[in-house]
Nanobody, 119 residues
Framework: QVQLVESGGGLVQPGGSLRLSCAAS????????MAWYRQVPGKQRELVAI?????RYADSVRGRFTISRDNAENAVYLQMNTLKPEDTAVYYC???????????????WGRGTQVTVSP
């Protein structure tokens, strides 16, 4: 019913920038929080940034990454600057969505996009 599609990942040198995009489509009544998570092999998925009532960032990215939303398009973006090798991960889009007026909210995830920071 709902799909989240990410784009914008890739290979970048340390110090470079990337902008991730994610758009939600399908049966959507309202979108609550939207966020970006990341995961590296062998580790738990971690929150990078979330936009709901306010915004919150992981300590490791605060001041370098910026999350923004286009509510009209049900989209969320992550501008990543001054990238470091330790930012290398698969980045996942997350959204908390109410699909119809009469249903509760549910969590939805994108399939992920690879970000690699390497010389």
């Amino acid at each position: 019913q709902v799909q989240l599609v990410e784009s914008g990942g890739g290979l970048v040198q340390p110090g470079g920038s990337l902008r991730l995009s994610c758009a939600a489509s399908g049966t959507i009544f309202s979108v609550n929080a939207m966020a970006w998570y990341r995961q590296v092999p062998g580790k738990q998925r971690e929150l990078v940034a979330i936009s709901g009532i306010g915004t919150r960032y992981a300590d490791s990215v605060r001041g370098r990454f910026t999350i923004s939303r286009d509510n009209a398009e049900n989209a969320v973006y992550l501008q990543m600057n001054t990238l470091k090798p330790e930012d290398t991960a698969v980045y996942y889009c997350y959204a908390n969505i109410q699909t119809t007026r009469y249903r509760g909210v549910s969590d939805f995830w994108g399939r992920g996009t690879q970000v690699t920071v390497s010389p």
